[in-house]
């Protein structure tokens, strides 16, 4: 058994997501594990060099996470050669940038999504990584989510029968930053700083609908800004002028009908923060982040509507949970791992840069849609 050394310039893991999901709990996760199993048995362990801004908080994170490597010069961190791929988790509006660069020098490329805050920018971005033969990454990590992944397990088990419709509901509600502190930082939103619910959240969706329900054939989108005024960090109001809701349909391939609500303006009375409701011929079911409850055709209630009796059905109570026969691990450092296997042993990969794109694409189509009040086709795309 051989080990391999993965030098990875990480940036932007000072943030939230950075810092939780991709440095934690995925890159020190694997390094702590013994590193990365390929399929010959080989192991991969990753060495990361991080890289921002603020020189005392890297050197706080470094020291409490056992990273040697800091640096505030990320020119001189894509000059060594000795680290080859390149991570990004920083601000939307600089990633086509970074990513650029990183691509210039050489590098291979994993990044969170939105992989650009325009679809033109993200589409060069794309051919440029092509016309260098780069191998790229793009985070998609809720297909990884214990209760999507159940939704697959059920589709692929054929418990649906001829899948009808998906409705999805995301969200909670995001405090102003007035009596509450926020729980978001202020430039989500902010559109001068790339914010907006409909460019994070149709970035997500566009991977979950397409590879669990049938790809997006076409979009219609209606945003909102609730909440007009906001408080950020320093206690200063600002004007909150991005979207921060977004009301969505989807028609799929197949003639599934998806409807996803996205709203930082909810407060939550469902089974998690997100859940996802699959109508089907032959079952239905419903998923959360971890947990899945299903009702087959034949156990189907038969309901009568009557509005002039309280309702004595307990319709919660005849849903049947889906075991968890499978252990679950983190749905960040699943994908890391995926990734690494792919740059080392050529495993099966498709969340590259032009999946990313997608994302981009129907974000920046919900937007039109929302801005011309219409229904849009989404176009395949080729690069």
């Known amino acids: 058994m051989a080990q391999h050394r993965l030098g990875i310039i990480m940036h932007g893991i000072t943030g939230r997501m950075g810092y939780n999901q991709h440095l934690v709990r995925s890159v020190c996760a694997m390094r702590d594990q013994g590193g990365v199993t390929l399929p010959n048995g080989d192991k991969v362990i990753p060495d990361p060099i991080i890289v921002g801004r603020n020189a005392e ?52 490329i994993y990044c969170e999504k939105p992989i650009s805050d325009d679809f033109e920018s993200a589409l060069k971005l794309v051919r440029f990584a092509k016309s260098r033969g780069t ?21 692929d088990s054929g418990f649906f029968g001829r899948m009808l419709s998906v409705r999805g509901e995301f969200g909670y509600w995001v405090f102003e930053g007035d009596w509450q502190a926020a729980q978001r930082p202020s430039w989500n939103y902010r559109k001068q ?79 998690d923060l997100v859940t996802f409701h699959v109508d089907g011929t032959h079952g239905s079911a419903v998923a959360g982040l971890t947990r899945c409850f299903t009702q087959h055709r034949v156990n189907t209630p038969r309901p009568v509507w009557n509005p002039d009796q309280p309702q004595t059905m307990p319709f919660f109570e005849q849903w049947d949970e889906v075991p968890d026969n499978v252990v679950y691990d983190n749905g960040f450092k699943t994908q890391w791992e995926d990734f690494v296997r792919h740059l080392y042993a050529g495993t099966p990969w498709t969340y590259d840069l032009l999946a990313g794109l997608k994302g981009v694409q129907l974000a920046e189509l919900g937007l039109k849609s929302w801005q011309e009040r219409r229904w849009l086709d989404v176009p395949r795309l080729e690069v």
Request: hydrophobic share 40%; with cysteine; proline share 2%.
């Open 57 to 108: 908080k890297l050197a706080e994170i470094g020291k409490k996470h056992g990273i040697a490597r800091q640096t505030t010069d990320l020119g001189a961190a894509l000059a060594n050669k000795d680290d080859t791929l390149f991570f990004d988790a920083g601000s939307t509006q600089m990633r086509a940038e970074l990513i650029t660069r990183a691509i210039e020098a050489g590098k291979d």
């Open 135 to 155: 191998r790229s990454g793009v985070v998609q990590d809720k297909l990884s989510l214990p209760g999507l992944q159940k939704i697959k397990m059920l589709r």
């Open 193 to 271: 700083d790339g914010g907006g619910i409909i460019l994070d959240m149709l970035c997500h969706w566009r991977y979950v609908l397409d590879n669990l329900f049938g790809e997006v054939q076409a979009v219609s989108c209606l945003g909102a800004t609730h909440i007009p005024s906001r408080v950020d960090e320093a206690g200063k109001p600002y004007e909150a002028n991005a979207d921060d809701a977004a009301y969505a349909t989807f028609q799929l391939e197949g003639g599934v009908i998806a409807q996803i609500n996205s709203s930082w303006c909810t407060r939550v009375r469902r089974d």
